[in-house]
T-cell receptor, first 113, second 109 residues
Framework: KAGVTQTPRYLIKTRGQQVTLSCSPISGHRSVSWYQQTPGQGLQFLFE???????NKGNFPGRFSGRQFSNSRSEMNVSTLELGDSALYLC????????????FGPGTRLTVL | QKEVEQNSGPLSVPEGAIASLNCTYS??????FFWYRQYSGKSPELIMS????GDKEDGRFTAQLNKASQYVSLLIRDSQPSDSATYLC?????????FGKGTTLSVSS
């Protein structure tokens, strides 16, 4: 099976812009979770989608949003970018239940100038 | 707030030695625990999962779980320079997978 894929792998944006990141889970996996990873804060949970519904949300401002499509692919959007949004954004997929093993994609490195 | 705590390290061991990585978690309801390895600039890669008290072995890796003490550990036997990475401990707390900040392991040849 192909693994989790994320596009793009690298992005450079300026403050105030918005960005959309994409994630395709492992075939057959219906749950997609998003994380932000920074050197100071480690891996922080953004949100989780299952069957097109947001099932869980972390403690991030409303500028961070996401959605999931019927084919389980997911996108996350960050509006009005701030310098502090520079991070590695990771997507992880699980087969069904929320206690299943999560498999990570390669991540999208976002730099905000 | 539900937390997973790890010593940040760095933990330095010589090649061939046993590396011991430790993790504690705050949510007594957690039932599933994971160890991920992350090389610099890469995404986390699953090494081990453990759900029951006791030891679970997979090759050179052994995960240990003690739910009464809310403690999870990872032992790496015969450490190799290629094991040098950051190791992340994670625990399911409700419907969110909570990660520790990771322990950096350095194996010297």
């Amino acid at each position: 099976k192909a693994g989790v894929t994320q596009t793009p792998r690298y992005l450079i944006k300026t403050r105030g812009q918005q960005v959309t990141l994409s994630c395709s889970p492992i075939s057959g996996h219906r749950s997609v979770s998003w994380y932000q990873q920074t050197p100071g804060q480690g891996l922080q949970f953004l949100f989780e989608y299952f069957s097109e519904t947001q099932r869980n949300k972390g403690n991030f401002p409303g500028r961070f949003s996401g959605r999931q499509f019927s084919n389980s692919r997911s996108e996350m959007n960050v509006s009005t970018l701030e310098l502090g949004d520079s991070a590695l954004y990771l997507c992880a997929s699980t087969e069904a239940t929320s206690t299943d093993t999560q498999y990570f994609g390669p991540g999208t490195r976002l730099t905000v100038l | 707030q539900k937390e997973v705590e790890q010593n940040s390290g760095p933990l330095s061991v010589p090649e061939g030695a046993i590396a011991s990585l430790n993790c504690t978690y705050s949510d007594r309801g957690s039932q599933s625990f994971f160890w991920y390895r992350q090389y610099s600039g890469k995404s986390p890669e699953l090494i081990m999962s453990i759900y029951s008290n006791g030891d679970k072995e997979d090759g050179r890796f052994t995960a240990q779980l003690n739910k009464a003490s809310q403690y999870v550990s990872l032992l790496i036997r015969d450490s190799q320079p290629s094991d040098s990475a950051t190791y992340l401990c994670a625990a399911w707390a409700g419907t969110a997978l909570i990660f520790g900040k990771g322990t950096t392991l350095s194996v010297s040849s």
